[in-house]
């Protein structure tokens, strides 16, 4: 079909729909524009030639934030099936001009103070406003929505497949494609507005005053005939009407300003995707972009992909699967009188056909294909932040591309590339770019090595534009940021992370002042929970320090400092705990033992061998911080025979020594005796099993499987307990053993049940254990008191014993 009016070209679309960009490059095919206007921001048309640029691959988006403030930014998205974008490449194809016409993101930004931080721009379907155009009692509709339920159907997604995607065009041999489709969607956007008005977008009015301003430029310009313009189809109606010169101006007066900048960033599926909260974002941006690009049997093609997708994933899918998937989507589609077989009836198929009925694989179909992780590239031509070139530069040289799809990143910390690369990652980090996070390292342990969970999201281009504020390279921005938090730290436990973050980041520059700051906080911190919880993060500080070759002898004299303050504070704090203030502090001694050994095993590695004082041959004075792991035994020491300290946590220091060989297991038997005497409150001594042999200490059950006098005590002291106060520990008693793993509580269980072996099951007059006899177990079972449960086993079952 010709065009023969001589308005502008009007061409409503759907943004992010294939049918639309499909029928706008048809439509400018037909009717060549002499220029061609997008719904866009104005400051975006010195960055439309870089269309033309094949280093310009969708999905990108236009970025726009405000100079002084980027986290206050805004995004325009655009796929390779988006509308704007067939117009921008028909224009750069074609060397004609491209005008953006939309409110400036000058008046946006500024109009969305204290509103929020960064979002996309678009909202509805087809285009019904910004996600910042309503207020709270606004009631906002979703055009297409309004359709799909005018012509009956529950699903928009499904109505706007049947009367677009799969109609019009090369498909139909439709003579008044594509002109047609574009009047009668006009048509019905203008009964919508004149049904529903702004549609609860009041700011629209202000948006479309100033399209209006645009066009009427372009047609004084060029001519009416010689302009196409591309924008929403809500906005259609109100750019045909004609409207007062003096009005639109009016309605632009007095807006708020500011200077923002713009450049050109990747963009992914995924947040094309509504699920990820963009307002003018579709359920399926893979499914679109499949049918956009497929020359011809989409079906046929979107199935291959997917049995090549679960082929992948070792499942067994053959070409007769998608012959017979293929078969079944067509029949469905027929079924529900549908003109072609939509992503409904494919993935019914494949669920039927490809995964056996199951959801799972097809879960991730929907994620890897109909969602999909494609990541757009930006040419190094775009404008950019010098800190984001400088970002782009490492990416490169240490060849770490960032990619939309979540990878796990093993590093070797012996090489050079991976050392660099641990550091990138920790200065954005610290930059606040989590572009890697850290993950746990399968199969090892050691500190050589590093894993990282990389993820490149959209949004990681606003906090590289916010970081920006610190610095034009990442390692001089990492360092200006460090040394700042290190002067804005109040806590001790905010400058210990500091520290642990500046290590491996090797940010040399910082590192004096952040120690300084973390040896005044740390005389001038008291309380000795923040020293406990402050020591174990600075000795992980200096495993680092080891394994990439750091000097961190004044970070070992600090935590050396803090240990010692720790072991002074310690005993009294164990007194008076409350229950959950008891677990606090078991926790507590877990993580600064740990520390403590490895603090002391870096100052023995550090430490010369002892020399006579110079001229007097007496031994020189002693070595600061030595006996440091001996005084820390003395401080368990003391808080296992205080009474005063609560029974979990007397168990759990003797737990430590005697893993650590501090007390053979005739002390700890003799201990654990004590701690379970007639005299001790059962509550508090089944505290006592918990710390000593409870689920968070490791080995704990396998201690009893192979000392059966522990074992032995324990049961002894689990007999003594009286019927009235055994329904008090019995809670804490189940948490404690539920913990051992299946094989343990089966072999402790079997112990128990072969009864007192000979000499080691007589009990004296008040039930204790008899002098002189070593508690144990026997070889077998006892069926003496098997035989015992008989009679309620048979009750039970409902047979006379």
Request: a negative charge; aromatic letters at 6%.
């Given at each position: 079909m010709?065009?023969?009016?001589a308005?502008p070209l009007?061409l409503?679309v759907?943004?992010?729909?294939p049918g639309?960009?499909?029928a ?6 037909a009717?060549p524009p ?7 921001p104005?400051?975006a048309?010195?960055l439309?030639p870089?269309?033309a640029?094949p280093?310009?691959r ?11 403030e980027?986290?206050?930014s ?6 390779a ?15 004609v ?5 939309d ?11 204290g509103?929020?931080e960064?979002g996309?721009v ?10 910042e155009?309503?207020?709270?009692a ?23 497949e049947?009367?677009v995607?799969?109609?019009g065009?090369?498909f139909d ?8 489709a ?7 956007m203008t009964a ?13 009015a202000?948006r479309e ?7 009427r430029?372009?047609e ?6 010689a302009?196409?313009?591309v924008c ?5 109606p109100a ?8 009005t ?6 007095g807006l708020?300003?500011a ?5 050109w ?6 947040r ?5 909260g963009y307002?003018?974002?579709i359920?399926s ?8 690009a497929?020359p ?25 699967h998608v ?6 989507a067509?029949t469905?589609?027929v079924?529900?009188g ?8 494919t993935?019914d198929?494949?669920r039927?056909?490809m995964c056996?009925?199951s ?21 190094d031509s775009a ?8 970002l782009?530069?490492l ?6 591309k ?6 796990t990143?093993?590093l070797d910390l012996?090489?050079?590339n991976d ?11 610290l ?6 996070v850290?993950?746990?390292s399968?199969g090892?342990?050691?500190?050589f ?9 959209p ?7 916010e ?9 001089g921005a ?8 290190a002067?804005?730290?109040k ?8 520290v642990?973050?500046?290590?491996p980041?090797a ?6 002042h952040v120690?300084r ?12 929970a ?5 020591l ?6 200096l ?5 990439r070759?750091?000097?961190?002898g004044?970070l ?8 010692e ?8 704090a164990?007194a008076?705990l409350d229950e959950?203030?008891a677990?606090?502090?078991?926790k507590?001694?877990d993580a600064?033992?740990?520390a403590?050994?490895?603090?002391a095993?870096?100052?023995e ?8 004082a ?14 440091l792991?001996?005084?820390w035994?003395?401080v ?5 025979g205080r009474?005063s300290?609560a029974g ?10 005697l ?5 053979e297991r005739?002390?700890a038997a003799?201990?654990m005796?004590?701690a ?14 918990d710390?000593f042999?409870?689920?968070g ?14 074992l032995?005590?324990v ?9 009235s106060a055994?329904t008090?520990v019995?809670p804490l ?6 913990a ?7 072999s402790?269980g079997?112990l ?5 072996g000979p000499?080691?099951g007589?009990?004296?007059?008040g039930?204790?254990v008899?002098s002189?006899t070593v508690?144990?177990?026997g ?12 009679p ?10």
């Open positions: 010709s065009r023969a009016q308005a009007l409503g759907r943004h992010h729909g639309s960009a499909r706008v490059r048809a439509a400018l095919d009717a002499a220029v061609v206007l997008i719904e866009g104005p400051e048309d010195a439309a870089l269309a640029d280093g310009l969708p999905p990108v988006a236009l970025l726009a934030h405000v100079v002084d980027p986290a206050r805004a995004f325009w998205p655009f796929a099936f988006s509308p704007e974008w067939t117009a921008l490449r028909w224009a750069a194809d074609h060397e001009p491209v005008r953006f016409i409110l400036p993101a000058a008046n946006s930004l500024a109009m969305r103070e509103e929020g960064e996309e678009r909202e509805d379907a087809a285009d019904g406003g910004t996600d155009d309503a207020g709270p606004a009631v906002r509709i979703d055009p297409v929505a309004v359709l799909a339920e005018t012509a009956g159907y529950d699903d928009p997604e499904r109505w706007w049947d009367v995607e799969h109609r065009g090369p041999g439709d003579e008044a494609y594509p002109f047609g574009f009047a009668a969607l006009a048509e019905a919508l507005r004149e049904r529903y008005a702004d549609g609860g977008h009041p700011r629209d202000v005053a100033h399209m209006r301003l645009c066009l430029a372009a004084k310009e060029y001519g009416p005939q302009v196409a313009v929403g189809a809500w906005h259609v750019l045909a009407t004609r409207v007062p010169l003096a639109d101006r009016a309605a632009l007066r708020p300003k200077k923002t900048a713009l450049t960033v990747p963009w992914t599926h995924r094309l995707a509504r699920a990820s307002g003018a974002g359920e941006p893979g499914w679109y972009g499949h049918l956009f497929a011809d049997r989409p079906v046929e093609r979107w199935l291959t992909k997917v049995a090549g997708l679960l082929r992948e994933e070792d499942k067994h899918v053959s070409s007769a012959i017979e998937a293929v078969r079944l067509e469905l589609a079924m529900r549908r003109p072609l077989a939509g992503l409904g009836e993935m198929a494949v039927s056909v056996e009925g959801d799972v694989p097809l879960a991730l179909v929907h994620d890897r294909l109909v969602v999909g992780d494609v990541l757009g590239e930006v040419p404008p950019a932040m010098p800190l984001q070139r400088d782009t530069r990416q490169r040289g240490l060849r770490l960032p990619e939309a799809l979540e990878r990143l093993e012996r090489k050079d050392v660099a690369r641990s550091a990138l990652l920790h200065r954005l980090r930059l606040g770019v989590d572009w890697g850290p993950a746990a399968h090892s342990t050691g500190t090595r590093e894993t990282w969970t990389l993820r490149w999201d949004e990681l281009a606003v906090r590289v534009a970081a920006g504020i610190w610095g034009t390279t990442v390692l990492a360092e200006a940021r460090a040394s700042a938090r002067a804005e730290a806590r001790l436990g905010e400058i210990t992370a500091l642990e973050a500046c290590l980041a940010l040399s520059e910082s590192l004096p120690m700051a973390l040896a005044d906080l740390a005389a001038l911190d008291t309380d000795v923040r020293l406990a919880e402050a174990p993060a600075l000795v992980r500080t495993r680092y320090g080891d394994v070759g750091t000097d961190t004044a070992t004299e600090v935590a050396a400092g803090l240990a303050r720790v072991f002074v504070g310690l005993p009294p164990c008076g959950e203030g677990k606090a502090v078991r507590q001694l600064v033992h740990g403590v050994g490895l603090l095993d870096s100052l590695a550090g430490q010369p061998a002892a020399k006579d110079p001229g007097t041959g007496a031994p020189a004075g002693p070595v600061p911080h030595a006996g792991r001996q005084r035994y003395g368990l020491r003391r808080i296992a009474d300290a979990v946590v007397r168990g759990r220091c003797a737990r430590l020594l893993d650590v060989g501090e007390w005739e002390e003799r201990v005796g004590l379970l005497s007639p005299g001790t409150a059962p509550a508090e001594a089944a505290a006592w099993i710390g042999v409870g689920g200490a490791p080995g704990g059950g396998l201690l009893l499987v192979h000392d059966e006098r522990l032995a005590l049961d002894e002291w689990l007999v003594r307990v009286p019927s055994f008090d019995l008693l189940r948490r404690t053993f539920s051992y793993e299946p094989a343990v509580r089966r402790l079997e128990v049940g072969r009864g007192r000499g080691g007589a009990r004296d007059g039930g204790s008899a002189g508690p144990g177990f070889t077998g079972l006892d069926e003496a008191r098997a035989a015992a449960v008989v309620v086993v048979l009750r039970l079952l409902g047979r006379a014993a």
